[in-house]
């Protein structure tokens, strides 16, 4: 069945450090891909998505791009600031049933 | 309105309780989700809900009764909970059941249910 994989966290970055999360998945056909950040205490919210091979989702400063020959879909941010540190979550939206497929989280914390 | 209310946001009871948790929505989503989630781990799939009618079930106790009495609004009644229950409980809506790709999930920021 589909599935997703992320990195082990925590990780942790100074300010302004450059953020690579990365998730790979599996799954049949044409998958729409999302990453969901959860900030402490709090659900989750959509924080960007893709829905075709070479689409690159982008929000406050956050980008992916889907990559069809890898089956990645991997988070980055130039430059992180401390209120970016919570807990990111990549999934996929396949042909399960209609169902939301969740990676495992990766926590990220930076430090000023 | 483009949120998913949720309430209440925290809730303690006892294993002889019955209590509801409530998630509302006003953005015309057809379907609607409750998920659990364990500290830092990634919400798992309870029930959904299709045009008001139940379309899954993954095996949930039947001491998590859920009830759509609209389109709007999703109620999970609870009774005879154990301690393990305790989680974050989160609801969700998306525009139609096999959400659109231009739309996504629309998450609640949950309810905190502490069983003791």
């Known amino acids: 069945g589909d599935s997703v994989t992320q990195m082990e966290g925590p990780v942790t970055l100074s300010e302004e450090a450059f953020l690579t999360i990365n998730c790979t998945y599996t799954a049949t056909g044409y998958p729409s891909l999302f990453w969901y950040v959860q900030y402490p205490g709090e659900g989750l919210q959509l924080l960007l998505k893709?829905?075709?091979?070479?689409d690159k989702g982008s929000n406050k400063g956050f980008e992916a791009t889907y990559r069809k020959e890898t089956t990645s879909f991997h988070l980055e941010k130039g430059s992180v600031q401390v209120s970016d540190s919570a807990v990111y979550f990549c999934?996929?939206?396949?042909?399960?049933?209609?169902?939301?497929?969740f990676g495992q989280g990766t926590e990220l914390s930076v430090k000023p | 309105d483009t949120e998913v209310t949720q309430t209440p946001k925290h809730l303690v009871m006892g294993m002889t309780n019955k209590k509801s948790l409530k998630c509302e929505q006003h953005m015309g989503h057809r379907a609607m989700y409750w998920y659990k989630q364990k500290a830092k781990k990634p919400p798992e799939l309870m029930f959904v809900?299709?045009?008001?009618?139940?379309?899954i079930n993954e095996s949930v106790p039947s001491r998590f009764s859920p009830e759509c009495p609209n389109s709007s609004l999703l109620n999970l009644h609870l009774h005879a909970l154990q301690p393990e229950d305790s989680a974050l409980y989160l609801c969700?809506?998306?525009?139609?059941?096999?959400?659109?790709?231009?739309?996504?999930?629309?998450f609640g920021s949950g309810t905190r249910l502490t069983v003791v």
């Open positions: 809900y299709s045009y008001e009618k139940l379309s």
């Open positions: 969700a809506s998306s525009h139609n059941p096999a959400p659109s790709p231009n739309y996504g999930y629309t």
């Open positions: 893709a829905t075709k091979a070479d």
């Open positions: 999934a996929l939206f396949g042909n399960q049933g209609g169902k939301l497929i």
